[in-house]
């Protein structure tokens, strides 16, 4: 199972969450449990996306410490 990082920033008036690996991959929310949730799934469908659309799932290059 690949692990993606994901970024969250807070904007003005709410926060938003991307996966640098996964360019388009984004989402918005109020509430961090919120970006978490719709994060993973803005993953799975962009991932669903790839693979009917016959496109490689892109190689991890973002490391998080």
Known sequence: MRKYAIVIE?????????VP????CITTGRTVQEIERNIWRAIELH???????????????????
Do not use: I, K, M
């Open 47 to 65: 991932l669903e996306g790839l693979r009917e659309d016959g496109e490689p799932v892109p190689e991890l290059h973002t490391a998080v410490t």
């Open 10 to 18: 807070q904007g003005e008036h709410n926060l938003s969450a991307y």
């Open 21 to 24: 690996d996964l360019p388009g």
